[in-house]
Nanobody
């Protein structure tokens, strides 16, 4: 399964971005989806996830600022990021799978990600 992330860029603190993750297959219809990020020198971390039924969860550092969602066709997963902070700077990736795979980051492949830089 191939994922393509887009929507990153350079934004000032307090700004907003919306990331998109698309796939050509139907995995978003049958599996949970998630956004991850990896900052320079740090391990990749789970940022947000959405279940097949639409339940969402977030890492504490982004709660009330980020929103994960999915389009009706279930071909695209979004991450709306508001009130961005410099510590949100990272490469953002998406993926999909079982809840366990998402928790363990156990995937066969990753997309190239999209760079988000928050700086004044």
């Amino acid at each position: 399964v191939q994922f393509a992330e887009s929507g990153g860029g350079l934004v000032q603190p307090g700004g907003s971005l919306r990331l998109s993750c698309t796939t050509s297959g139907t995995i978003f219809s049958i599996a949970n989806a998630a956004w991850y990020r990896q900052a320079p020198g740090k391990q990749r971390e789970l940022v947000a996830s959405i279940s097949r039924l639409g339940s969402t969860s977030y890492v504490d550092s982004v709660k009330d600022r980020f929103t994960i969602s999915r389009d009706r066709a279930r071909t695209t997963v979004y991450l709306q990021m508001n009130n961005l902070k410099p510590e949100d700077t990272a490469v953002y990736y998406c993926n999909a799978g079982t809840p366990e795979a998402i928790r363990r980051m156990d995937f066969q492949s990753w997309g190239q990600g999209t760079q988000v830089t928050v700086s004044s």
